[in-house]
């Protein structure tokens, strides 16, 4: 009997053991947790965002509430070149690829991950974006999404579209999407 109780009290003794590294265990998962979040929200703009995200663009016409001002081809064109001026192309790469206004980022409906992350990269700090679809409508929702994310840039949407630009006779270059095609686009 001694020994069965002696055998029982070791029994009870590595269950107790056993809560207790449980224990000891989610503690410290609780303490590095917090303190990496603490840390991350120091880190500010350059720690991991833990609010919702926002989808890149939006494509939804229905996203476009408070359109953004529309800017005539020869305006735009006047803009081309200057250092705190991006455009931004809202098309498919096969439709980039064909033409394009020369030095436009390409910055598709759909795009997501790496390629959104690269033309975001080039919008922060700029004081005119412009965007521009086949048509004025294709741009608007974009156009719509950078002004919310980007509230200190003047956002605006090419008037006429690429097609607008084309018929205003105005400079275009051709080609695939470098960055498209390194990103598998």
């Excluded at 503690?27 to 840390?39: D, E, F, I, N």
């Excluded at 705190?84 to 790469?93: F, G, K, Q």
């Amino acid at each position: 009997m001694v020994g069965g109780m002696a055998a029982d009290s070791a029994r009870g003794g590595m269950r107790s053991d056993g809560v207790g590294m449980v224990a000891r265990a989610t503690l410290l998962l609780l303490v590095g947790g917090g303190a990496g979040v603490a840390l991350n929200a120091m880190r500010g703009a350059g720690g991991l965002a833990l609010r919702g995200f926002e989808a890149p663009v939006m494509c939804d016409a229905t996203e476009a509430q408070g359109e953004p001002p529309e800017i005539e081809p020869a305006a735009a064109a006047a803009l081309c070149g200057r250092p705190d001026v991006v455009i931004a192309d809202t098309r498919p790469a096969g439709r980039y690829a064909e033409g394009h206004i020369a030095g436009a980022v390409h910055l598709p409906c759909d795009a997501g991950g790496r390629v959104a992350a690269d033309a975001f990269a080039r919008f922060e700090g700029e004081r005119t974006i412009i965007v521009y679809g086949q048509t004025t409508d294709e741009a608007v929702p974009v156009a719509a999404s950078l002004r919310r994310r980007y509230h200190a840039a003047d956002v605006r949407v090419l008037r006429g579209g690429f097609a607008g630009w084309e018929g205003a006779g105005l400079a275009c270059a051709s080609g695939p999407c470098d960055d498209c095609r390194e990103h598998g686009r």
